[in-house]
Nanobody, 126 residues
Framework: QVQLVESGGGLVQTGDSLRLSCATS????????MGWFRQAPGEEREFVAA????????YSADSVKGRFTISRDNAKKTVYLQMNSLKPEDTAVYYC???????????????????WGQGTQVTVSS
């Protein structure tokens, strides 16, 4: 069992920065891959970025490359999403997820090995 709690969302203006946190507990490392997803009203949930606890390798969607950076602190069992140069189109609920592999994490339908956080709202105004 892995529990995930996101925090750090808020209301910001275009060009501002935010850092989201995903605090984990329970059997954190039973799921090696952590990911960030986002979902805007009326839209499907989309992948943002992922990181491996064990290797530290990162992966990100083309839409956020160069602006968002995912990182982790294994000692604190926490992953972060540093979001810079925010745009209105970044407005969404951001969710943290944990899964056994990058492949499983990227599947739209959870394979039964995924855990989700409750989400944190990010709103970017102009």
């Amino acid at each position: 069992q892995v529990q995930l709690v996101e925090s750090g969302g808020g209301l910001v203006q275009t060009g501002d920065s935010l850092r989201l946190s995903c605090a984990t507990s329970g059997r954190t490392f039973s799921r090696d891959f952590m990911g960030w997803f986002r979902q805007a009203p009326g839209e499907e949930r989309e992948f943002v970025a992922a990181i491996s606890w064990s290797s530290g390798n990162t992966y990100s969607a083309d839409s956020v490359k160069g602006r968002f950076t995912i990182s982790r602190d294994n000692a604190k069992k926490t992953v972060y999403l540093q979001m810079n140069s925010l745009k209105p189109e970044d407005t969404a609920v951001y969710y943290c997820a944990a899964d056994i592999s990058l492949r499983s994490l990227l599947l739209r339908e959870a394979a039964g090995t995924r855990y989700w956080g409750q989400g944190t709202q990010v709103t970017v105004s102009s």
